[in-house]
């Protein structure tokens, strides 16, 4: 029987008076708290510390922190359509530089630039033109994830649903509706399944050192109320010995020409893992993901991220239920002055296209040939 889907999470909205809110997700899963965000400067500020993240979710909020911004009496009175362009490409640059890593971000900030630099009869008339593609970036979002959640769920199906009941997958990171403007990415194709009641049971790895799989994907997952189960990133491994796991679908920050990967950090041993138990390992992006200026993924800027990032967790006192952090290190590990005990914490790691089986956009789905090195990603742009 089709599954009907309960309302899901968001991780911004528009509200009736127009104001852009974020949910605050460094509160989450144990607080839901809106935080509006009315200039660039608090759009960027939430970007680096992670209050909104996901490739999609940040390109969104950037494009809404520039509408708004025209739209607000901080915008100054432009005399020419040159005024608009001085003033808003510098906005574009400073929002570009909050995270480096996740092309969306970059190809929504270049998109705005192409419109400021088109023709227009008037100042008026290129400020309601910015503004129109600043909430086309939100807006797009949603529905080229319900096509790429349909094309991903159809062809695994096709490719493990033989003789079964439903399928048993993996997922790091988070990827739905929290990372996006609504129904998410891997989380997309996912819930895809489960409303074609083709999902057994989606595993989740818990997605140290930032947690995003225990925090966000479980809180989106329980909330969908698709059948689920945590895994710590330790696991991954040992699950695919002990189950027969139809398929790893990841999200990604960045595809390349030759459909190398960035995602999440621990993508990549998923993948080699995924490979050595010949289990389909399925990257699920939109066209604005892929970076066709890139030839491989040694030229992917990889984000570094704050040592205490790995050293603390945030928490929920089990008492007094207040949230607080808490060192799980030694102290002074990760600290500027400990030469002899650094922390490595990459945000990111890059799967080669030679482990990936196909990357799925919305345009379709493009698949790697049997021992092909490479994938043909701009077949699916
Ligand atoms: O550092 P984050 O939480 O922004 O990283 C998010 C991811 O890596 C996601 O898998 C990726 O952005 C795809 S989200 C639809």
């Not at 599954?3 to 008076?17: D, F, Q, V, W, Y």
């Not at 911004?69 to 808003?88: C, G, I, N």
């Not at 074609?196 to 989106?220: C, I, K, M, N, V």
């Not at 059948?227 to 002990?242: E, F, N, V, Y």
Request: proline share 5%; hydrophobic share 40%; net charge negative.
């Amino acid at each position: 029987m089709p599954k009907t889907l309960p309302e899901m999470m968001t991780s911004l909205r528009i509200t009736a008076g127009g104001d852009v809110e974020i949910i605050d997700q460094l509160l989450l899963p144990h607080t839901v708290k809106w935080d509006k965000v009315e200039t660039p400067e608090q759009a960027f500020d939430a970007i680096k510390m992670m209050k909104i993240r996901g490739a999609p979710a940040i390109a969104s909020l950037a494009a809404l922190s520039v509408r708004s911004h025209l739209s607000s009496s901080a915008a100054p009175s432009f005399a020419s359509t040159t005024s608009v362009q001085e003033h808003v490409a510098p906005i574009l640059d400073y929002l570009q530089s909050s995270r480096p890593t996740a092309v969306n971000l970059g190809e929504a900030m270049d998109r705005i630039r192409g419109v400021l630099s088109a023709s227009a009869s008037s100042p008026a008339e290129l400020v309601e033109k910015v503004k129109d593609t600043c909430f086309a970036v939100h807006a797009e979002d949603m529905e080229r994830n319900r096509e790429m959640g349909r094309l991903g769920a159809e062809w695994l199906w096709k490719k493990r649903g033989d003789g079964k009941k439903g399928l048993k997958v993996i997922t790091v990171c988070n990827t739905g509706s929290l990372a996006t403007s609504g129904y998410g990415t891997a989380i997309g194709v996912i819930t895809a399944l489960y409303e074609a009641d083709h999902l057994d049971t989606a595993y989740y790895a818990q997605t140290t050192p930032y947690h995003q799989g225990s925090r966000l994907t479980s809180l989106e997952l329980t909330t969908l109320r698709v059948p689920a189960c945590m895994i710590c990133d330790t696991m991954l491994g040992s699950l695919m010995q002990h189950q027969d796991i139809d398929g790893v679908i990841v999200g990604a920050d960045r595809i390349v020409k030759n459909g190398d990967t960035a995602n999440k950090i621990g993508t990549y041993q998923a993948a080699v893992l995924a490979a050595r138990h010949k289990v389909p390992f399925v990257v699920v992006a939109p066209v604005t993901t892929v970076d066709l200026s890139l030839a491989t993924g040694a030229e992917i800027h990889i984000e570094q991220r704050p040592p205490v990032e790995a050293t603390l967790v945030r928490g929920k006192n089990l008492e007094t239920g207040e949230l607080s952090v808490v060192r799980i290190t030694p102290e002074g590990v990760g600290a500027d002055d400990n030469e002899w005990n650094q922390v490595y914490n990459p945000s990111f790691d890059v799967t080669p296209a030679e482990l990936i089986s196909a990357v799925v956009t919305e345009k379709g789905v493009a698949e790697r040939a049997e021992g092909a090195t490479s994938i043909d990603v701009a077949s699916v742009c």
